[in-house]
């Protein structure tokens, strides 16, 4: 036998083994699955060019496609160039797009549980909320509630904490809340209802000119960088902090769990982590931005930045727990959530109160 008849004869009892073992569907699955190229589609609920936000998910697109070497293309929209803010979460659960970034509480209205993955008053902060999510089964009982809906979260950012908000009066009792009609949306906005004032609902694009003409006395917003941008330092006097209703808001990456399976083990490697990569991006600029941005509201002697009095971030947060009672006994899928992030925050506390909250007392003082 030639070289070359020998080569062939092997390559075929090769191929004839090959042909009986169990293997062959999926080596022929995989080198399928390593040329197949993906161009999906990603829509956010931020808008065109939002600092840090919109420049995350369009990061994690870039980072995604190298990583893949092309194999996985995406391209981001922002709210509204292909699908309103709002309407996200149905695009992506229709499977109509692959993709979608925003934050769980947008969607309270369909998944009044999914606030919990996102912030909830006077709730765990960035920290608490990862330990959760990763290692608390925050991330798993996340997964059960969006699963009906043909969607799988992974988390994708954070906010950290946000300011109180822009007033243009002072806070000095409970007192002054009642009436007070002030831009909060969601469980903050029930809270603040509670206490006797006026939540308004209404969009980003809305906020300044609403507050400069007085149609609302207050707004909350993210923190100094994005208020600042929205030139609401312009438009109140009074800024106060902390941000008791959003301590630390999470975002998410959304992907319709059919499109996703169909992702060989590969990809989804690079997805997964590049989401990871990414919340951790999001959280470390926005806590450089604000500093830098704070620093410029400091000098600016026509604002005037106050802390809540502790009175009353102590009713508002006693009204917190009874907004959160009374959505839970009307609820049971909000109530399950809701246990499981109570239990884990109360560990979780322990841990921060001898660690943490006693370091920056200590440093506080100085
Ligand atoms: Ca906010």
């Given at each position: 036998m030639t070289v070359t008849k020998q080569v062939i004869m092997l390559l075929l009892s090769i191929l004839l083994v090959a042909c009986d073992g169990p293997d062959i569907g999926s080596d022929a699955d995989k080198a399928t699955a390593e040329r197949r190229v993906f161009n999906w589609k990603m829509v956010t609920t931020w808008p065109p060019g939002f600092p840090v936000f919109q420049e995350g998910a369009e990061e994690f697109a870039r980072r995604v496609g190298v990583m893949s070497n092309g194999r996985l293309n995406i391209r981001v929209y922002a709210?509204?160039?292909?699908?309103?803010p709002l309407q996200v979460f149905d695009a992506v659960s229709q499977g109509t797009i692959e993709m979608g970034h925003g934050?769980?509480?947008?969607?309270a209205g369909k998944?009044?549980?999914?606030q919990f993955f996102s912030s909830v008053p006077f709730g765990m902060t960035a920290k608490g909320m990862n330990a959760w999510l990763y290692y608390g089964g925050g991330l798993e009982l996340w997964r059960e509630v969006y699963a009906p809906f043909n969607v799988v979260p992974f988390p994708m950012g954070n906010t950290g904490m946000q300011m109180g908000g822009w007033f243009n009066?002072?806070?000095?009792?409970?007192?002054?809340?009642?009436g007070l009609r002030m831009r909060i949306p969601g469980l903050g906005g029930k809270v603040l209802k509670r206490a006797g004032g006026n939540p308004v609902l209404m969009a980003g694009s809305e906020i300044y000119t609403a507050l400069e003409r007085g149609t609302i006395d207050a707004t909350e917003w993210v923190a100094p960088f994005h208020d600042q941008r929205l030139g609401l330092n312009r438009a109140a006097k009074f800024y106060y902090y902390p941000g008791w209703h959003e301590p630390g808001t999470m975002f998410e990456l959304i992907i319709n769990s059919n499109k996703w399976n169909e992702l060989p083990a590969d990809l989804k490697q690079i997805v997964e982590t590049t989401a990871t990569a990414i919340s951790q991006t999001i959280y470390s600029q926005m806590e450089y931005n604000n500093q830098i941005a704070l620093q410029a509201i400091r000098e600016d002697s026509r604002i005037e930045l106050l802390q809540f009095p502790e009175d009353v971030l102590r009713e508002l947060r006693a009204l917190t727990a009874v907004t959160l009672d009374e959505e839970a006994e009307a609820n049971p899928a909000f109530k399950r959530v809701y246990e499981a992030y109570r239990n884990f925050r109360e560990d979780y506390t322990e841990w921060t109160r001898l660690s943490e909250d006693v370091y920056q007392d200590i440093l506080r003082s100085e």
């Open positions: 709210g509204g160039e292909l699908v309103p934050s769980p509480y947008y969607w998944v009044p549980e999914a009066k002072k806070i000095n009792s409970l007192d002054d809340i009642k």
